[in-house]
């Protein structure tokens, strides 16, 4: 039941019927006050709504009502991470850094506040401190596949160590074969070590796997073009530019400025082939 209201709720906020979603999330919350999943849930959909300062109350009062309960235990990593990104989407992110550290004190083996710290961090532009943070959750959990990624990725944007990088995301792949995100980071490190066709293979299934994600659809044109094919980078783009017009990724508005400019860019380089 809980399951099925959620993907529910999930359709109803991409599809921007927040107060509708609201409504029904509400209803099941007074028969399950404290699920997480629910209040998680509502959390999401009121940051999507642009109500994050109403986010944060409400999952301030979850986690103390949890505070000094033996059941309440489980499921506070969760609440903590959400509260974290309402926090910053209120633009708070310094409160949301100080939420997380101090959760991380009084749970060190939490590894769900331990990543969300790194995110944190990432968000908040402190690259350094997001990575150092995730390096001390592989201490505790070397098989933690999201911060395997994370590290991975990071090193790869910076051109850092790319045989480590490598390795790291490609674990994290194996521990997770089907997940689009990893299969993005590892073409993303193709590309930075200039192995443009092993970059457009994975990136085409990492593409095939999120269903016309912005970000990797950017990344896949960046290495078509690398690879010689200016008209399916110009195509890839395009389709990014449409996800994110769509609304889809309206969190993410500075990223249709430097697609339109690659778009410009490539077109010399196709009108010769169409002649």
């Known amino acids: 039941r809980v399951v099925t209201i959620l993907l529910v709720e999930d359709a109803l906020a991409h599809a921007a019927r927040y107060e509708e979603a609201l409504t029904t999330l509400d209803a099941a919350l007074e028969a399950r006050p404290r699920d997480v999943r629910l209040l998680t849930m509502k959390a999401w959909v009121l940051d999507r709504a642009g109500r994050s300062p109403e ?8 986690i103390a009502d949890r505070q000094g309960d033996p059941q ?11 509260l974290a990104s309402s926090l910053d989407k209120a633009g708070r992110a310094a409160e949301a ?8 004190a009084a749970r060190p083996r939490d590894e769900t506040v331990r990543y969300a710290l790194g995110v ?22 070397p098989d933690h596949a999201d911060a395997l990624s994370f590290v991975g990725y ?16 490609a674990r ?9 995100y990893f299969m993005d980071s590892l073409g993303w490190v193709y590309f930075q070590k ?18 016309g994600e912005p970000t990797i659809l950017e990344y896949l044109g960046d290495a078509y073009r690398r690879a010689g094919r200016p008209a399916d980078a110009e195509k890839a783009w395009r389709r990014a530019l449409r996800a994110l017009k769509q609304g ?10 430097p697609l339109e400019r690659k778009i410009r860019e490539v077109a010399p380089e196709i009108r010769p082939a169409k002649r």
């Open 72 to 82: 309440g235990a489980e499921g506070d990593g969760e609440l903590y991470e959400a």
């Open 172 to 180: 994290a792949l194996e521990l997770r074969p089907g997940n689009g």
């Open 120 to 141: 944190a961090y990432e968000k908040a532009g402190a690259r350094e401190a997001a990575v150092a943070a995730m390096q001390d959750l592989l201490a505790l959990n």
């Open 55 to 62: 986010a944060v109350a409400m999952l301030e009062r979850a």
């Open 248 to 257: 889809a990724e309206a969190e993410r508005p500075t990223q249709q400025a």
């Open 194 to 211: 200039g192995e443009f066709g092993r970059a457009v293979s994975m990136l085409e299934k990492a593409d095939a796997v999120s269903g």
């Open 154 to 169: 990071s090193l790869a944007e910076r051109g850092l160590r790319l045989d480590e990088a490598e390795k790291m995301v």
């Open 97 to 104: 850094i100080a939420v997380l550290k101090k959760a991380a």
